[in-house]
C-alpha cells in the first residue's frame, strides 16, 4: 500500500509527539536521573512500529479511539498484533 505524503507527515509528528511525552514523563526523567547519578551516561534509543491499514468497512472509534465495529466491542486482527508486539494478550 503506498502511503499518501500527509499521512507520513503525520505519522511523522506522532513519533515526535511519543518522543515528547516520554521526555515529560516524570518518572522517566527521575529514572534518567539516578542513572547518571550512579557515573553512567544515558542513551535511549526507542523504535516504533506503525502499522496502517485503510478500513474497507464502515468503522466507528470511541473517545480513546479504539475501533468498534458495528454494536459489539471488538479488536481487529491488526489491533491484536499490534498489542502482541507489546506482550499484550486480549
Excluded at 478500513?55 to 470511541?62: G, K, M, P, V, Y
Aim: hydrophobic share 45%; proline share 1%.
Amino acid at each position: 500500500m503506498r502511503i499518501p505524503e500527509h499521512l507520513k507527515e503525520i505519522v511523522d509528528r506522532l513519533g515526535e509527539a511519543m518522543v515528547q511525552a516520554l521526555a515529560r514523563d516524570q518518572e522517566t526523567r527521575a529514572l534518567a536521573r539516578e542513572i547518571q547519578a550512579r557515573g553512567f551516561d544515558l542513551a535511549l534509543v526507542l523504535e516504533a512500529t506503525v502499522a496502517l491499514r485503510q478500513r474497507e468497512d464502515e468503522t466507528l472509534q470511541d473517545e480513546g479511539g479504539f475501533t468498534m465495529h458495528g454494536e459489539e466491542d471488538q479488536w481487529s486482527e491488526a489491533d491484536k498484533a499490534f498489542l502482541r508486539t507489546f506482550r499484550i494478550a486480549m
